[in-house]
C-alpha cells in the first residue's frame, strides 16, 4: 500500500510570494494534519483535519490555511511568505482524528524563501 | 501553556540501554507518543501510551506516569541503526484542541 505522499518535494520562492503544498493521506485515512519543522527542532502542529472539517489550529497567522477534500488528500496555502517560513513541511495522516492513533508522516516538502 | 521537555542529546554505546526522558505540562491529556526519525527523514511511530505504566514493544519500551507528568522511551541492545532523533509528543485532546505537540527531540548517537 502507497504511504503519504507530498509533493511538490522542495519549493523555492521569495518573499511575499504564495505557495500551495499538497499531501495524500493512506487510503482509508480520514485524518490529515500538518506541520512545520525547522532544523533542530520537532515539528510544530499548524492544522488537523477530520471529514473534511479543521479540528485543531495550531500557533500561526491568518496567513497559513488548509483545506481537506472528500477524496480525503489535503492542501496547505501560505500567503505572503516571510525568510521565516523556510521549513521542512511535513503532512501526516491517521486513521481516525489524531488524538489516540498514531500518525503516519509523509516525506515532506522543503521549502526555501528567499 | 502547553510544553514539552527532552534532553537535546545523548550518547550510548553499541550494546547497552538507553532511557531518554519526556516531562510535560499540556491542558488535557488523550495520548503519549514517541517517533523515531533519522536524518533527513520523516518520523515514524515508536509506541503510545495513554495508561500509566510500561508498554513493551521488542528492544523498545515506553512508560507514562500521568501524575506526573513524564514519560520514557527504554532502548535495549543499542544498534548503530538507532542514532536518530526521538520524539515525545503529546495530545491534548478535545479539552486542549485536536493538535499534537511535540517535543524538540532528543539527538541520540551510538558508538561503537
Known amino acids: 500500500d502507497a504511504g503519504v505522499t507530498q509533493s511538490p518535494t522542495h519549493l523555492i520562492k521569495t518573499r511575499g510570494q504564495q505557495v500551495t503544498l499538497r499531501c495524500s493521506p493512506i487510503?482509508?485515512?480520514?485524518?490529515v494534519s500538518w506541520y512545520q519543522q525547522v532544523l533542530g527542532q520537532g515539528p510544530q502542529f499548524i492544522f488537523q483535519y477530520y471529514e473534511k472539517e479543521e479540528r485543531g489550529r495550531g500557533n500561526f497567522p491568518d496567513r497559513f490555511s488548509a483545506r481537506q477534500f472528500p477524496n480525503y488528500s489535503s492542501e496547505l496555502n501560505v500567503n505572503a511568505l516571510l525568510l521565516g517560513d523556510s521549513a521542512l513541511y511535513l503532512c501526516?495522516?491517521?486513521?481516525?482524528?489524531?488524538?489516540?492513533?498514531?500518525?503516519?508522516f509523509g516525506p515532506g516538502t522543503r521549502l526555501t524563501v528567499l | 501553556g502547553q510544553n514539552i521537555d527532552q534532553p537535546t542529546e545523548m550518547t550510548a554505546t553499541e550494546g547497552a540501554i538507553v532511557q531518554i526522558n519526556c516531562t510535560y505540562q499540556?491542558?488535557?491529556?488523550?495520548?503519549l507518543f514517541w517517533y523515531q526519525q533519522h536524518a533527513g527523514e520523516a518520523p515514524t511511530f515508536l509506541s503510545y501510551?495513554?495508561?500509566?505504566g510500561l508498554e513493551e514493544k521488542g528492544r523498545f519500551s515506553s512508560f507514562l506516569s500521568r501524575s506526573k507528568g513524564y514519560s520514557y522511551l527504554l532502548l535495549k541492545e543499542l544498534q548503530m541503526k538507532d542514532s536518530a532523533s526521538y520524539l515525545c509528543?503529546?495530545?491534548?485532546?478535545?479539552?486542549?484542541?485536536?493538535?499534537?505537540?511535540f517535543g524538540a527531540g532528543t539527538r541520540l548517537f551510538v558508538k561503537a
Open positions: 487510503s482509508g485515512h480520514k485524518s
Open positions: 499540556t491542558s488535557g491529556f488523550n495520548g
Open positions: 501526516a495522516s491517521s486513521l481516525e482524528i489524531a488524538g489516540a492513533h498514531e500518525q503516519f
Open positions: 509528543a503529546v495530545s491534548p485532546g478535545n479539552t486542549g484542541g485536536f493538535k499534537t505537540i
Open positions: 501510551n495513554v495508561l500509566d
